[in-house]
C-alpha cells in the first residue's frame, strides 16, 4: 500500500530499474554454457622416447604410491600411461577447496621426484577448468616451406596471445622449431667417441655461470660470459675432445650435417573448403579464453586480428577457415531464444488482450521486461553469466512470471467493473491476493531451491536454472504488487476501448464457459457416485502413465542429442602404423566426406583423436576430421548420412561422433574392468566387448586393449656388461641418444628458445633427422659401444626378443584398468544396450580378480534421477512448510499438494504421444511443473476460504461453486499464458524440448483436473 500511496517515488523507482537493469544487462558477461569449476588436479610428466609400459612402472607407479590413499576427500583417481607420457587425474569432492587440493598434489609429487627417471620431464600440475576447452578453432592452409610455416604459425600465435582474455593457443599440424645435430656413426667409430660425449660437449659449452663483478678505479665493473654459441652454425666450432697430439675434435667432424629446422612431426593436418582439393598441408590453432568476459567480444576480436593479419600481406597466400567458433554459437543461440522469447511475448499479449482486454494485456505484458531487467541486476551481484542456461531459464520461466501480474491486472479489472474508483479496486486488489500470491511464489522457488543442492559437474551446468528462476520470480512478485498497480494508474487514464465485436464474443465466450462450469459442479457436488469415478478414473490414468515406463514405451536418456552444424570422426588404424601412413590412408575417408551434400569444409587432423569428443588420444595411428554442415538442422542427417557412406570401411575403425548436450560424460556405454594383472584383465575386456557388440542398438565397440602392437625388448646381459665395466644405464642412455635422440641445450634465439637435439643417423642415406630412424634391427645391433678395452657392438650386450606392446596402459585408484566403450546407432538408447548387458554378463566368467562397473551416460542418469528425487521430495517439504504457513491448516495442505501427482499424467503421456525420452530435462519440467500447479490450487482454496468467512449462510457446496466459478478465468488465463509461453521453446532446441512438453502437457491436464479435484475434495474433507 505504501508504493500505491506514494506514486512519484515509485515512479523513481521504475525508471531508476529500467536504467540499472538496462546496464547491467549489457555489461553481463555472455557465453556459450556456464563456466563450470571441477575440482580436478592432473599431475602430467613427459618422459621422451619411453614405452608406454615404462612410463607406467618408472613414472606413474611411483607417482600412484604417494596419491592413491595419501590425500583427503577423494572420489577417483585415474591415470594413463601412454608412449612418452603419463597423466594422473585427481578427481576430488565438491566440498574440496581446489587451491588447497592443489597445494596437497604438490607436497605429495615432490617426495617422489628424486625417484623418477632422469630423462623424464618436471612433473606438471594444474586444475581443470571447463573453460579450458577451445573457444575457437581456426585452420591456416598453405604450401609453403616448413621453416617458413613454423614462423608464420609462431607470429599469428603471438598475436592472438596479445589479445585481451586469451589464456592460451595450441598449435597442431606442425611441431616446435628445432635445431638437430645428426651425428655420422662412422666418425664416431673412426674418433672413438660416444654419442653422449658430444651431447656433453654440447650442453658444458653453452652453459654458463654469472661471474660476478671487480673494482676498478673505485667503480664497479660486472663481468659478462659469451658462451660464443649464438646459431645453429655455432656448434659446429663446439670441440668434443683434444687428441694427445693437442688437436681438437670438432662437432663438424662428427655431423653428417646440422638441421635448423622442426622437431619430429607429431600431427599433420589440411583443410577442405566447398568440396575444394585438400591443401598440402594446415596448422589449426585452437585457442582458449581465460575465466570470465565476453566470448562473442572475445572471438570477434580473434577474427579481426587474423583478417588484419591477412590483410597486411596481400601478395602472400594466406587462407584461413574456421572450425569452430563459440561466439558465432553463442550468438545464433541467443538469437533464437531472444526471438523465442519475443514470440512467447507476443503470444500473451494476444491472449490477454482476446481474454481481458487490450488495455489489460498491455499492463500485465509490462511485467516481462521489467521482472527480466531487475533480474539481470540480480544476476550480476550473484556471478550468473549471460549464457545459453540462464538466457534459457528467463525464456521458460516467461509464462510463469506473468501470472502474479495477472492475478494483480485481473483484480484491479473485476474490482472496477464492480464501480469501485481505480485506488479502491487497487486497494482491495493488493489487500485480497499479496498474501496467496507471496505464498505462490514462495511455493514455486521451494521446489527449485533443493535443485542448487545438486552435485558435480551436472550441479554445476544446471544450477544456473533454479537460481535464475528464483531471481525473476522474485523479481516478478516485486514487479506484481510493486509497479503494475503504478502502471496500471497510468493506463487507466486514458480511455483504451476493445471492439465491441471483441468485447462482445468474449463475454459471451466467458459467460457460457462458467455457466456450464458452474452447472458442472453443482451436478458433480451432488453426486457422490460422479465424484467416485472421477476419482478412481483420475488414478487409473496415473497407473497407466507409470506402466508407459514399466513396460518400456517410454525409453529414458541423460540428455537428448542436440542439433549441430558439425560432424565429428575419429579414425583408428593398426597399431604402429606411422604418421605418414596415416595421413595417406584417410584419404579415402576424406573423399567420402566430398560428395556428401550440405557439407562446407572439413579439417583434417592426422595423429590425434578430436578435441571434442571421444578420448583425445595421440598417437601416430589416430586421426580426426572436423566436418562443417551448412545448418544445424541439416546436422543429424549428414550424421546419419556419413555413418552409412562410411560404413564400407572395413579396413580400419572410423567413427562419426557428435558432442554430448550437456555437461560431458564420455562414451554413452561404459564398463569398466578393473584387476592387478593385465592378461586377465585384457580377456576380461575382449570377452565383454564381443558381448556388447552382439547387444542391438551398439555401434563402434572398442575394448580398450592394443592389438597388433609389438615392440622389440632388448634384455641386457649383465655378465657381459660387467666384463666390460658398463651398466645398463650406459647402454639404456646411448640407446636414447642414438635412436631418440637426447636435448643437448636450448639456444636463445631471435625468434625464441630452440631446442638442440643430438641423435645418430643410422639411416646413412637420410636428408632429414625425421628419417634417421627408419632402419632394420641388425643396423640396431650394430651401434658400436666405445668401451676401456675399445669398440664393442651393442648386439653383444642384450637379447632380442619381440613382445606385445601397449599403446596406453590405464589404472583406476591404483588398479590396473581397462574400459569397454560403446556409442548408440540411430533409434536406439544407451539404456537399452546397458538392459541387455546386465542380462547376458551373467552368461560369462570373467576371470579371477578382475571386476567390473558401469559408466557413462546410464551412470551419470542414474545418479542424476536419484539426486532429481532427493530434490524433488525436499521440495515438497518446503511447500508444506509455505503452505501451513499460509493457511494454519493440514486439511487445506493436503487438498493442495494431492494435485501434485496429476501434472505427472500429462507429462507421461504428452512424451509417449509425441515419441520423445524421459530424459534429465523432461523431469526438470515437471519440477517446474509443481509450482505452477499448487499456486493455482492455492487461489482456489483461499478464495474458497474468504468465502466461507463473507458468507457463513452459503453451505460447503454453494461456497465451492461459487469460489471455484470466480477463480475460472484467472485458472484459466494463468495456465493459456504458461502454456503458450512454452510453445516457442519447443522449435529452439532438442535438447530443451522435453522440458517445454513436460510444462505445456503436464500443466494443460493438471489445471483441467485441479478445477475438478480442488472442489471435490474441499466439499468432501473441509471442515
Do not use: C
Not at 597423466?87 to 607436497?107: C, K, M, N, P, R
Not at 585452420?139 to 592472438?160: R, V
Not at 562446407?600 to 569428443?613: C, L, P, Q, R, Y
Not at 551398439?698 to 609389438?710: H, K, M, W
Amino acid at each position: 500500500m505504501y508504493f500505491l500511496k506514494n506514486k512519484i517515488f515509485t515512479y523513481f523507482l521504475l525508471l531508476l530499474s529500467l536504467i540499472v537493469g538496462g546496464y547491467m544487462m549489457n555489461i553481463t558477461p555472455k557465453e556459450l554454457y556456464p563456466e563450470i569449476k571441477i575440482p580436478v588436479v592432473i599431475v602430467s610428466t613427459p618422459y621422451p622416447g619411453a614405452s608406454a609400459r615404462d612410463v607406467e612402472d618408472s613414472v606413474t607407479n611411483k607417482l600412484e604410491s604417494s596419491l592413491v590413499g595419501g590425500l583427503k576427500n577423494v572420489k577417483e583417481i585415474t591415470s594413463s600411461s601412454a608412449e612418452g607420457f603419463s597423466s594422473i587425474v585427481i578427481e576430488f569432492e565438491d566440498s574440496v577447496e581446489i587451491t588447497e587440493a592443489l597445494i596437497d598434489v604438490q607436497d605429495r609429487v615432490d617426495e617422489k621426484k628424486s625417484e623418477l627417471p632422469t630423462d623424464a620431464l618436471e612433473p606438471i600440475i594444474k586444475k581443470v577448468n571447463f573453460s579450458d576447452q577451445p573457444i575457437f578453432s581456426v585452420g591456416l592452409s598453405s604450401t609453403e616451406a616448413y621453416n617458413q610455416l613454423y614462423k608464420k604459425s609462431e607470429e599469428i600465435k603471438d598475436i592472438l596471445l596479445a589479445i585481451s582474455g586469451v589464456s592460451s593457443v595450441d598449435i597442431s599440424g606442425i611441431p616446435d622449431r628445432e635445431i638437430s645435430v645428426l651425428l655420422n656413426p662412422e666418425k664416431l667409430s673412426q674418433f672413438n667417441i660416444d654419442p653422449n660425449q658430444v651431447v656433453a660437449a654440447i650442453r658444458s659449452s653453452e652453459r654458463t655461470f654469472p661471474a660476478g663483478s671487480i673494482f676498478l678505479d673505485e667503480r664497479e665493473y660486472r663481468i659478462g660470459y659469451d658462451s660464443g654459441i649464438d646459431t645453429a652454425s655455432d656448434l659446429n666450432s663446439v670441440v668434443v675432445r683434444t687428441q694427445s697430439d693437442g688437436n681438437n675434435i670438432y662437432v663438424r667432424d662428427l655431423v653428417m650435417f646440422i638441421e635448423d629446422g622442426v622437431a619430429t612431426y607429431n600431427t599433420k593436418s589440411r583443410v577442405s573448403t566447398d568440396g575444394g582439393d585438400l591443401t598440402q598441408q594446415a596448422v589449426i590453432f585452437d585457442i582458449k579464453k581465460q575465466e570470465g568476459g565476453n566470448i562473442i567480444d572475445l572471438t570477434n576480436n580473434i577474427k579481426n586480428a587474423l583478417s588484419k593479419y591477412k590483410e597486411d600481406r596481400p601478395n602472400e597466400v594466406i587462407d584461413f577457415v574456421i572450425i569452430f567458433d563459440a561466439g558465432r554459437d553463442i550468438d545464433v543461440s541467443l538469437g533464437e531464444l531472444v526471438g523465442s522469447g519475443m514470440q512467447t511475448v507476443a503470444l500473451i499479449l494476444i491472449v490477454m488482450g482476446l481474454m481481458v482486454g487490450l488495455r489489460e494485456s498491455i499492463i500485465a505484458a509490462t511485467a516481462i521486461p521489467l521482472s527480466f531487467l531487475l533480474t539481470f541486476i540480480g544476476m550480476k551481484f550473484a556471478g550468473i553469466s549471460i549464457n545459453f542456461v540462464s538466457l534459457f531459464s528467463l525464456i521458460l520461466v516467461i509464462g510463469i512470471l506473468i501470472d502474479s501480474a495477472i492475478v494483480i491486472v485481473e483484480g484491479i479489472h473485476d474490482f472496477m467493473s464492480d464501480g469501485n474508483t481505480f485506488f479502491d479496486a487497487a486497494s482491495k486488489t493488493l489487500a485480497e491476493f499479496s498474501k496467496p500470491l507471496f505464498a505462490g511464489v514462495l511455493t514455486t522457488i521451494s521446489i527449485f531451491v533443493p535443485l542448487m543442492t545438486l552435485s558435480g559437474t551436472l550441479g554445476q551446468f544446471i544450477g544456473g536454472i533454479p537460481r535464475v528462476i528464483n531471481i525473476v520470480l522474485i523479481m516478478s512478485l516485486v514487479v506484481a504488487l510493486i509497479f503494475i498497480p503504478a502502471i496500471a494508474g497510468i493506463m487507466y487514464r486514458f480511455k483504451i476501448n476493445d471492439p465491441k465485436w471483441l468485447s462482445d464474443r468474449r463475454n459471451k465466450f466467458f459467460n457460457f464457459v462458467e455457466n456450464w462450469y458452474h452447472d458442472f459442479l453443482e451436478k458433480l457436488v451432488r453426486n457422490s457416485r460422479h465424484k467416485r469415478r472421477i476419482v478412481w478414473g483420475i488414478l487409473a490414468l496415473l497407473i497407466s502413465a507409470f506402466m508407459l515406463i514399466g513396460f518400456g514405451l517410454i525409453q529414458s536418456e541423460f540428455f537428448p542429442p542436440d542439433e549441430l552444424d558439425k560432424a565429428f570422426i575419429n579414425i583408428e588404424l593398426k597399431q604402429g602404423t606411422s604418421l605418414d601412413k596415416t595421413n595417406r590412408i584417410i584419404s579415402e575417408v576424406e573423399k567420402i566426406i566430398a560428395k556428401q551434400n550440405h557439407v562446407t569444409a572439413f579439417t583434417t587432423t592426422a595423429g590425434s583423436e578430436n578435441v571434442f569428443v571421444g578420448n583425445m588420444r595421440g598417437d601416430p595411428h589416430y586421426a580426426n576430421i572436423v566436418v562443417n554442415i551448412d545448418e544445424k538442422e541439416n546436422g543429424p542427417q549428414v550424421s546419419i548420412d556419413l555413418r552409412e557412406a562410411l560404413s564400407v570401411i572395413d579396413d580400419y575403425k572410423v567413427q562419426v561422433l557428435i558432442p554430448e548436450s550437456g555437461p560431458p560424460v564420455g562414451a554413452p556405454v561404459q564398463i569398466k574392468l578393473t584387476g592387478n594383472d593385465w592378461d586377465s584383465i585384457n580377456i576380461a575386456a575382449e570377452s565383454v566387448a564381443e558381448l556388447v557388440r552382439s547387444i542391438p542398438g551398439a555401434r563402434n565397440v572398442e575394448s580398450g586393449v592394443d592389438v597388433g602392437l609389438t615392440e622389440i625388448k632388448l634384455h641386457v646381459i649383465r655378465d657381459r656388461l660387467a666384463e666390460y665395466n658398463l651398466t645398463a644405464l650406459d647402454v639404456s642412455s646411448l640407446l636414447r641418444t642414438t635412436i631418440y635422440g637426447t636435448e643437448a641445450t636450448t639456444l636463445q634465439l631471435d625468434d625464441g628458445d630452440v631446442d638442440v637435439v643430438v641423435k645418430v643417423a643410422l639411416n646413412t642415406e637420410t636428408r632429414t633427422h625425421r628419417n634417421s630412424n627408419h632402419i632394420n634391427y641388425d643396423q640396431i645391433k650394430n651401434i658400436p659401444i666405445q668401451t676401456l678395452k675399445g669398440e664393442v657392438l651393442l648386439g653383444y650386450f642384450v637379447q632380442e626378443k619381440i613382445e606385445q606392446a601397449t599403446s596406453v596402459a590405464t589404472h583406476i585408484d591404483g588398479h590396473k584398468n581397462r574400459t569397454v566403450t560403446s556409442y548408440v546407432k540411430d533409434g536406439f538408447l544407451p539404456t537399452n544396450i546397458v538392459t541387455k548387458f546386465n542380462e547376458k554378463i551373467v552368461d560369462i566368467s570373467l576371470p579371477d580378480g578382475v571386476e567390473y562397473s558401469l559408466a557413462g551416460a546410464t551412470d551419470e542418469n542414474d545418479k542424476a534421477s536419484g539426486e532429481l528425487m532427493a530434490s524433488l521430495l525436499l521440495g515438497l517439504l518446503m511447500i508444506f512448510g509455505v503452505l501451513i504457513w499460509q493457511f494454519g491448516s493440514l486439511r487445506d495442505v493436503l487438498f493442495i499438494v494431492s494435485v501434485i501427482p496429476l501434472g505427472l499424467i500429462g507429462v507421461l503421456w504428452g512424451l509417449f504421444l509425441f515419441d520423445m525420452t524421459l530424459s534429465f530435462t523432461a523431469m526438470l519440467g515437471f519440477i517446474a511443473l509443481v509450482g505452477v500447479v499448487v499456486n493455482d490450487s492455492i487461489i482456489l482454496v483461499d478464495v474458497m476460504n474468504k468465502i466461507r468467512v463473507r458468507e457463513p449462510q452459503l453451505s460447503k457446496k454453494g461456497v465451492v461453486v461459487k469460489g471455484a466459478g470466480m477463480r475460472l478465468r484467472p485458472v484459466l488465463l494463468t495456465t493459456v499464458t504458461t502454456v503458450l509461453g512454452m510453445i516457442p521453446l519447443l522449435f529452439v532446441s532438442p535438447m530443451w524440448k522435453p522440458f517445454a512438453s513436460s510444462m505445456i502437457f503436464g500443466l494443460t491436464f493438471a489445471t483441467v483436473l485441479t478445477l475438478v479435484l480442488i472442489p471435490i475434495f474441499y466439499e468432501k474433507w473441509s471442515k
